[in-house]
T-cell receptor, first 114, second 115 residues
């Protein structure tokens, strides 16, 4: 069966510190991978998506970056966190080329930048 | 640009009653897919229901059904016999067939279920 793992679940980091959030998918090959951010009480903002290893598309200019070193691994990073980076981060995947395929989400990471 | 609009930031319903959440979208495409997601307080995103634009029949999943009006570009979600566990944020989403594969989400509707 297909599963998605995202960690850590909760993270508190000081301003200016680095960030690394990791997401892995099991049970499927060559998925599309996505990073979303959700501010408190608000909708989903697409940050990055990837259709293959090393292929990253950025939706919003910011101090965050993403990488896909392996087919089913997606990493969200920052060299120096800002207060405005606080939020709830969700990783998701779906089947490439199947437009009827729903997004499957991880459990999310609650990031607080202090 | 493709947009999805959920005009009701918040809704409330009495337990066992029926509620309808609205969603409209803007597209010039004819082939696309529509989804409703639920996000309970746990913040886990859960697929509720999906609809293919080429299908005229409205999708149904147990107590959840949609009213898909393609000409009006409307995709509302009806929840029948509302339960306390239905309390959540509900997001409408849209994807074009043959497009960039990204889902476009609305801003969500917060549903409260009153006992």
């Amino acid at each position: 069966s297909q599963t998605i793992h995202q960690w850590p679940a909760t993270l508190v980091q000081p301003v200016g510190s680095p960030l690394s959030l990791e997401c892995t998918v099991e049970g499927t090959s060559n998925p599309n991978l996505y990073w979303y951010r959700q501010a408190a009480g608000r909708g989903l903002q697409l940050l990055f998506y990837s259709v293959g290893i090393g292929q990253i598309s950025s939706e919003v200019p910011q101090n965050l970056s993403a990488s896909r070193p392996q087919d089913r691994q997606f990493i969200l990073s920052s060299k120096k966190l800002l207060l405005s980076d606080s939020g709830f981060y969700l990783c998701a995947y779906d089947a490439q080329g199947n437009y009827n395929s729903p997004l499957h989400f991880g459990n999310g990471t609650r990031l607080t930048v202090t | 640009a493709q947009t999805v609009t959920q005009s009701q930031p918040e809704m409330s319903v009495q337990e066992a009653e029926t509620v309808t959440l609205s969603c409209t979208y803007d597209t010039s495409e004819s082939d696309y897919y529509l989804f409703w997601y639920k996000q309970p307080p746990s913040r886990q995103m859960i697929l509720v229901i999906r609809q293919e634009a080429y299908k005229q029949q409205n999708a149904t999943e147990n107590r959840f059904s949609v009213n898909f009006q393609k000409a009006a570009k409307s995709f509302s979600l009806k929840i029948s016999d509302s339960q306390l566990g239905d309390a959540a944020m509900y997001f409408c989403a849209y994807r074009v067939q043959g497009g960039s594969e990204k889902l476009v989400f609305g801003k969500g509707t917060k549903l409260t279920v009153n006992p």
